[in-house]
């Protein structure tokens, strides 16, 4: 089992940043895909980013492509969301989940059916 915690998020202004953690525990020795999803009022779940276990391969959703960042630090369990050049439509409640992989793989999943934990999620809301 692995217990995931977000942080971060809040209210900005359209054009700035926030910068969202997830913080994993528990059975953490383990190697995990890690993914953050969004979801707004009455729409469906969202794929915004996902990393592979080893941080070398990354996807992003196409609304986010070049404003947003993944980035994981295994030695902390953490794996972090740099969210810059905010817009109003990226308000929503942001979740971080977690897949269970081998070692070593390159598997990033974008579909939020495949993954196994998640946390609470966090808001960010972004004023225009």
């Known amino acids: 089992q692995v217990q995931l915690v977000e942080s971060g998020g809040g209210l900005v202004q359209a054009g700035g940043s926030l910068r969202l953690a997830c913080a994993a525990s528990?059975?953490?020795?383990?190697?995990?895909?890690m993914g953050w999803f969004r979801q707004a009022p009455g729409k469906d779940r969202e794929f915004v980013a996902a990393?592979?276990?080893?941080?070398?391969?990354?996807y992003y959703g196409d609304s986010v492509k070049g404003r947003f960042t993944i980035s994981r630090d295994n030695a902390k369990n953490t794996v972090y969301l740099q969210m810059n050049s905010l817009k109003p439509e990226d308000t929503a409640v942001y979740y971080c989940?977690?897949?269970?992989?081998?070692?070593?793989?390159?598997?990033?999943?974008?579909?939020?059916?495949?993954?196994?934990?998640w946390g609470q999620g966090t808001q960010v809301t972004v004023s225009s």
């Open positions: 989940a977690a897949e269970y992989v081998p070692s070593g793989s390159y598997y990033a999943p974008r579909t939020p059916s495949v993954y196994d934990y």
């Open positions: 528990g059975r953490t020795s383990s190697s995990y895909a």
């Open positions: 990393v592979s276990e080893g941080g070398g391969i990354t």
